[in-house]
């Protein structure tokens, strides 16, 4: 049973919804990624995305377009990102890590040299933005032979046959983008949220979180109730783009326990 399936299946078991926080590695400097896993765990945090810098992030707002081009001035590199996370495994073995980012930094290490690296530095999924399940079946059959999760995203667009087949392929969690937009977009319907769901469970037997436009407590609550859970990454690259170095950690930590206490009353 993989780390992600765990989590979730202990999570149902106590009637709980999960707190999926994103920021990206290297952020605001590569000394504080490692830290900030941890601070996210004691937190709260149930499983964690961990964004690979990229050059061209076309899913993503502004906010986190600049969290990458922070990253990227200190030449953050995928195989540091998996380094840092070999180094949170040294002392976190339960926690579930998510790499998420584009298929271009994978496709120039190589599929199957990046999937070997994953599993060994204790990667649990990988969700890449630019790689729909039409197209992706041949690279992540190597993530499958060396036991990471693929995750995929569905949007308020997703048609029938789109959602069928990630249902197909997809394991840990099904990501339900609940905009259309990018990241940090604002204006979240919690109404079509609601309506879209039961369809996605009409196929869907995953757990399945829900992001972009979750920029607070009274969101993340209004949100809890109506997945298994809530992925917050926009804002808290927001606390971390507008916090001074050493109070980086404390002041993301104050704001994901915050997000805890509120998806703990769904």
Known sequence: ??????????????????????????????????????????????????????????????????????????????????????????????????????????????????????????????????????????????????????????APTSTDARVERVAKQARGYVYYVSLKGVTGAGNLDLSAIEQKIPQLRKHIKLPIGVGFGIHDAVTALAVAKLCDGVVVGSRIVQEIENSAGQDVVANVSKLVRELRQAVNRA
């Open 1 to 154: 049973m993989s780390r992600i399936q765990a989590t979730f299946d202990k999570l149902k078991l106590h009637k709980r919804k999960a707190l999926i926080p994103f920021f990206t590695a290297g952020d605001p400097d590569p000394k504080w990624t490692v830290p900030l896993l941890h601070a996210l765990v004691e937190a709260g945090a149930d499983v964690i995305e961990l964004g690979v810098p990229f050059s061209d992030p076309m899913a993503d707002g502004p906010t986190i377009q600049r969290a990458s081009e922070r990253a990227l001035k200190h030449h953050v590199s995928l195989h540091q990102v998996l380094d840092m996370v070999a180094e949170f495994r040294r002392s976190n073995t339960s926690t579930p890590v998510v790499l998420m980012g584009y298929g271009n930094p994978i496709e120039a290490m190589g599929w199957e040299t990046f999937a070997k690296r994953c599993a060994e530095a204790g990667v649990d999924g990988v969700l890449t933005v630019d790689f729909p399940p039409e197209e992706s079946h041949e690279a992540f059959a190597h993530l499958d032979r060396h036991g990471i999760d693929p995750i995929f995203l569905l």
